[in-house]
């Protein structure tokens, strides 16, 4: 019952705060730093309704370069209401194209300057990802990615997409790692308190000085560390 009730309250909000970020993104179409507010929009009362606790421990993000790649786990549609606490200013996301189609939350997606992609075209995809460069090095802007393209339902990172790495070796800009622990599995949405959720964000690894040669090396990298993060946070997370 709690579990219906609380899926009730979350259509509510989804379209209420759909409503209110459209009107935000028509009072100032595609300025970069609504998709932070947008992203509180959705957050904030979700964590309310959900009863989900989330802690995090993202120095490096609110203390990150004017232009960098943001990189996170990508586990549910939940990511969206998970994340939202801590995407930093003038941060814009990769998107599939077909996201436009969603009623508000696409035009909300679209007027705050987010890049939506044909990933079933590759080589328009690639240029979408490409264009990215000059946002990256001379906007103060700064661009977060789902590496691994869809979700992994709380299990294992799936391998990672070549085009967040593309985008930050193309413009010299630094890769900040973020994680979520594998909070899919165990959220408890028919009981009171629903969980614990940690969000922790990685040292920011420099591309200077990288070429597209390094890319692989840089993968793996990236994706090391972002499954220690997750296995350690899940390990406090059991013990506590």
């Not at 629903?194 to 990685?202: A, F, K, P, Y």
Request: proline residues 5%; positive net charge; charged residues 20%.
């Amino acid at each position: 019952m709690l579990f219906v009730l609380r899926m009730l309250l979350m259509g509510l909000h989804f379209v209420l705060a759909g409503v209110l970020g459209v009107m935000l993104g028509l009072c100032r179409p595609f300025n970069p730093d609504n998709s932070r507010l947008c992203a509180r929009l959705y957050a904030l009362p979700a964590m309310c309704i959900l009863r989900l606790r989330v802690r995090t421990q993202v120095d490096t993000l609110v203390d990150k370069p004017n232009g960098c790649v943001i990189i996170a786990n990508h586990q549910s549609n939940y990511d969206l209401f998970m994340f939202g606490n801590v995407v930093p200013r003038r941060t814009v996301c990769i998107g599939k194209k077909s996201l436009k189609w969603v009623p508000l939350f696409g035009q909300l997606f679209w007027l705050a300057g987010n890049v939506l992609i044909d990933r079933g075209n590759a080589i328009k995809a690639r240029q979408s990802m490409l264009t990215t460069t000059h946002t990256l090095q001379h906007e103060d802007t700064s661009i977060w990615v789902f590496p691994e393209g869809t979700r992994n339902l709380g299990e294992d990172l799936l391998p990672f997409k070549k085009g967040a790495f593309q985008m930050a070796i193309a413009a010299g800009v630094p890769i900040i790692p973020v994680c979520v622990s594998s909070y899919i599995q165990h959220m408890r949405l028919n009981r009171w308190r629903s969980g614990d959720i940690l969000i922790r964000s990685l040292p920011a690894i420099p591309t200077v000085g990288l070429s597209m040669d390094d890319m692989p090396r840089l993968i793996a990298q990236c994706r090391e560390q972002m499954r220690e993060c997750i296995a350690t946070m899940d390990r406090q997370l059991q013990a506590a």
